[in-house]
C-alpha cells in the first residue's frame, strides 16, 4: 500500500513532505488542493446545469463518493475488507426516520453520526481482533445483524414494516449536502493521510506484528480509524433517507449496497485517496445500465463484476493509468490487490492454483 | 553479574512459560547490566525464541516477572513493552513490504521509545541507514534488497526508536562467510556505542567474539551462565548440544 496522500515519490524529500504536520504546505500540495477545491467547485455546479435524470444520477455518484472514500479510509491502508458500510448506512437512515417527526433534520444527521460512530466503536472493540477473511465475513454478517434486531424492533413496537420520511427537501440539496460529504470525507482522509495515525495503519496494512512491535496500540488505530469511516457512512444514509421517503429494512440494511461501494473502491483503486472517485462514476453509470436491462439479474451481475475487478485490475483503473503513465516499472506496482492481500493471496497464485488443478484433470 | 558498578537494563525473576503440559520457559532468572551483550544459546527447542518473546511482550509469562530498569514490563502487551524501549528483530525477516526502504526505518521511529516526526524522523532514519550500511537504498522497495541488506534494514528499523534494550533473535542466521564478518562488525560497532543487547545466536565464534555474558538454555530451563569462553566448556553444555555420549 503506497501512501494515500498524493505522493511525490519521484523526488528525494518526498515522504518527508508527505508526512509533514500541521498546515505548512508544499507547493504541490497546494497545487493539489486548487485542484481539488476547482473540482468541488465544478461539481457543486452541476444542478444549475441540469435536473431530472441527469441530476439523479449525479446524486448517485455523490452519495456513492461518500461511501466508497469514506469505505477506503479504513480499508485502505489496513487492507481490513469491511462488508459493513450498510450497517452504518441504515443505522443513520433509521435516526433520521425514527426522530424526524420531533427532531429538526440537522440535528438528526448528527445524531446519525452519533449513533454511526458509537456502534462502530463497539463492534471495533470486539471484532477488530480478527483479520483477514474471518473480519470480511464478520463484517458482512453485522449488516445482517442490524437489519434482524431492526426489523423485530419493528414487530415489537407494533409500527408498520418501515418509517415514512418527510420533509421538503428538493434535488439539488441532496445534492450539495452529499458533496459537502464528500469533501469532508476528503480532507479527513487528507488529514489522516499525513498524520502519525495514518502512517501507524499503513504499518498495520504492511505487516501487524511488526507494527505491534514498533510500540503501535494496533486496536486503538483500527477501532478510531474504523468509527472516523463507519461515521461518515451513517451520516450518508442520515442525508438521503428523506429522499427515499419510506425506510424500510430490506432496503437500508441492504448487502448490496456494502458491496457496491467497495466494488467501486476497488474498481478506482484503493492506493490513493482518491482512487474510490474513478470508480464511482463508471460503476453507477453502469450499473444503471445493468439495472434497466437485466433488473431480475443485478446480484448476479454485481457478483460477476466483482470476480472480474479483484481478478483482472487488482489496482483498479487508477493502476492502470499510473503504468500507462509510468512506463519504467515502478517496484509495488505489481503486488496484489487490496482484496488479494487481506484474503492472503494474489492473481499468481490462483493462477498457479488453477494450472495446478488442470494439469491433474489431465 | 560481571559488573557490579552499572545498572541493570533487564531482569527476569523467575519467568516461566507453559503451553498447555509444556513448560516453554522454566524458571528463568537473569539480569542484564546495561552497555552489556547477553548471549542466549541452546539447541533447537530449548526456548530461546519463546524467552525473547516473552521480553518483547508478544507473550505473556504464565508466571514471573521481567522488568526494565525496576519497571515491570511482562504482560503490559508487546506495543507497551516497545514504547517502554524494548526493540527487536524477528528470527524470520519482516520487512514493511508496500513500504520504501526508508519508510521501513522511519516505521521504527514514531511510536516506540523515542518518538520522531517529520523531517527530524527522515533525517534519522537516513542516518541509521547510513549506520547500518544501507546510505544508497532509500527511496528503493524493500523486494530488491539482498537478505543481508534486509538484515541490515531490520536492524535500523529496530534501532529508530533509540531503545533500551536491543533484542537480536538469529540476526546472524542465514547469512553467507562474507556477510557474517560484516553482520559481527555491525553488532560489534553498536557494543562499542554502548547498546544493551540480547542476542540468540547458533553462529558460536559470532557468541565469543559479542557477548560479555551467555546464558545456555536447554529444556526451557537455564544450564549455564558465565562468559562465552567458560560456558562453551562446561560439561553440561557440551551434553546438552552433543548428547550424553559424545560428552
Known sequence: MTEIVKSSRPRLGGIAQTLRAGLILTARERRDLLISVLLFAAAAMVPLITEGYVLQLAISIAMYAALATSWLLFSGPTNYIALSTAAFFGIGMYTVAGGIDDYPYPLLIAAAGVAGAVLAAIVGLATLRVSGVYFVIFSLGLAELVRQIMTWLQHVLGTMS????????????????L??????????????????????LRIIGNDELVAVHCGINTARAKVVLFVVSSTFASIAGAVVAPRWGYVEPVVAFSPSLSFQAVIMALLGGTHRLWGPLLGVIPFVLLWELISIAFPNQTTLLLGVCFLLIVYVIPNGLLGLIERAVNRDSRPGQSTPGALQRALGFSTGSLRNLLQRGKSKNV | MSDGSSASALTAADVTKRFGGLVAVDCMSFELPEKRVLG?????????????????????????????????????????????????????????PAMTVLENVMAGGVFGHARRWGDELEDYARTLLRRVGLAAAGNAAVSSLTYIDQKRLELARALASDPKVLLLDEWLAGLTHGELKIGIALIEQLRAEGCTIIIVEHVMHAIRSLCDRCIVMSSGAKIAEGTPAEVLADQGVVRAYLGDTNA
Open chain 1, 162 to 177: 418501515g418509517l415514512y420520511v418527510t420533509i421538503d427537501r428538493s434535488e439539488p440539496e441532496y445534492y450539495w449536502q
Open chain 1, 179 to 200: 458533496l459537502i460529504l464528500t469533501a469532508a470525507v476528503f480532507m479527513v482522509g487528507w488529514w489522516i493521510g499525513r498524520s502519525r495515525l495514518g502512517f501507524a
Open chain 2, 40 to 96: 542466549l544459546i541452546g539447541p533447537n527447542g530449548s526456548g530461546k525464541t519463546t524467552m525473547m518473546n516473552l521480553i518483547s511482550g508478544a507473550l505473556r509469562p504464565s508466571s514471573g516477572e521481567i522488568k526494565l530498569y525496576g519497571e515491570a514490563i511482562s504482560g503490559i502487551g508487546a506495543s507497551r513493552v516497545a514504547n517502554k524501549g524494548v526493540a527487536r528483530t524477528f528470527q524470520l525477516v519482516r520487512m514493511l
